[in-house]
């Protein structure tokens, strides 16, 4: 017997489940990308995607994922020496860094280790030991996806402001976009970066760049940008092709098309009340289960835990086993633990992630949990009872 066919579920942290609308929206011929609907198609997505980011200044969009991202608003603030400032609460954080160095960055990393969000006063307090304002930008994630940790960038800004420290404030929104509440303009935000795989529902292959008058400054400040990142054209183009630096990502912009329209139809306030809803319900089963034996939540406080993403520790005998048995046996692919690696877990095999970004539901987020719940059970790994009950009741009780 064989109990994974039917729908399965890749319940990882990016590429998310695409909606059949978005798909059968890409399935289709070649379109012109000289003249016509495409044209007037990706100016429209442009300016809703600022919609979704909370900003009135400036989009620039990119054929590549999340690291694409990363190197081209690096590449339009930054000179070969300058310094940044990198508060880190998981991989994510130094993985921005590594991309800051390749550029030529000089790089001090503030490592908050794997379990706690950016703590904005240590980062203030490094500001603060800069006097000569070396310190060109401060690259915090917002969400970083391997820990599941959550940041709080209003409150980072508010302690980077009250140093008068002129550094730009550059957030990673990767996992976060389109799930938790980020308001760029409101909090203060002068680059933020983002892709399309993970709360935009779309398959990977295109990222966001937004920044403001700030960051616009600086652009025309340092010697030069090299031309494919260039976000000057495209955030302003004369001509369409400027808009891409060559040809547009035809099938990814009606994708895209298709998704904002589902956004902006639910409200972006209920997009993210619907994961905060769906999360809340999956922490409420897991803090049963770890009433009892090795399960636990990666971050313990529920104000910086995301709502798109979420790591467990089960220990190293445990995760991987947990993770093959829900995937083999039922059809749930769970996420790998990442950046958790220890010297007695190598393959952080004690580590495993829920994906609950985008196109998600309850019934999803119930069988996810059920189909767990069915492989502790079957593994006969130690867990308090009466999970799935909690979850029910914030399902319940919306
Ligand atoms: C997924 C992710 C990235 C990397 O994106 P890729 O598309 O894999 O390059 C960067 N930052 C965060 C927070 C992410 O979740």
Redesign the pocket.
């Known amino acids: 017997m064989d109990l994974t066919k039917g729908q399965p579920y890749l319940a990882i942290?990016?590429p998310s489940v695409m909606p059949e609308a978005v798909l059968r929206a890409m399935h289709r011929g070649a379109p012109n990308i000289y003249e016509g609907e495409l044209i007037d198609l990706t100016y429209g997505v442009l300016s809703d995607l600022k919609i979704v980011a909370g900003t009135v200044h400036n989009a620039a969009i990119y054929i590549g994922?999340?690291?694409?991202a990363?190197e081209a608003a690096l590449s339009n603030v930054l000179s070969p020496g300058d310094k940044v400032l990198v508060p880190a609460a998981g991989a994510?954080g130094h993985?921005?860094s590594e991309m800051a160095a390749g550029l030529g960055a000089q790089c001090d990393v503030l490592d908050f280790g794997r379990r706690a969000p950016i703590a904005a006063e240590v980062v203030a307090e490094a500001l603060r030991n800069d006097p000569t304002h070396e310190i060109k930008a401060v690259l915090a994630?917002?969400?970083?996806?391997s820990t599941s940790a959550k940041s709080d960038i209003a409150a980072l800004r508010s302690a980077l402001d009250a140093t008068g420290h002129p550094a730009l404030l550059m957030v990673?929104c990767?996992?976060s976009f389109g799930c938790d509440r980020f308001e760029m303009d409101r909090w203060g935000v002068d680059v933020m970066v983002a892709?399309c795989?993970?709360g935009l529902m779309v398959p990977?292959g295109v990222?966001f760049v937004f920044f403001n008058e700030q960051a616009a400054k600086r652009r025309s400040e340092i010697e030069r940008v090299s031309r494919y990142w260039d976000w000057q054209p495209r955030a302003n183009p004369e001509l369409y092709y400027q808009l891409f630096c060559g040809t547009a990502p035809t099938h990814h912009i009606y994708g895209l098309r298709v998704a904002l329209d589902m956004i902006l139809a639910e409200g972006l306030n209920n997009v993210w009340l619907r994961h905060e809803t769906l999360a809340k319900a999956i922490w409420a089963a897991v803090e049963v289960w770890s009433s009892e034996g090795p399960l636990e939540l990666n971050i313990a406080d529920p104000d910086a835990r995301s709502h798109a993403v979420t790591s467990l520790r089960v220990g190293k005998e445990h995760g991987t086993r947990l993770r093959r048995w829900c995937q083999d046996q039922a059809g749930l692919t769970l996420g790998i633990g990442l950046g958790m690696a220890t010297e007695e877990d190598p393959n952080s095999d004690g580590f495993f992630r829920f994906g609950h970004m985008g196109h998600v539901n309850a019934q999803m987020i119930m069988g996810l949990l059920a189909t767990v719940q069915s492989g502790l059970i079957a593994l006969d790994i130690p867990h308090g009872s009466g999970a799935i009950e909690a979850a029910a009741r914030v399902i319940a009780a919306r």
Do not use: S
Request: hydrophobic fraction near 45%; glycine fraction near 14%; charged fraction near 15%.
């Open positions: 942290p990016g994922n999340g690291h694409a990363w994510f993985g921005w994630v917002h969400v970083d996806t990673d990767i996992a892709a795989q993970k990977p990222a």
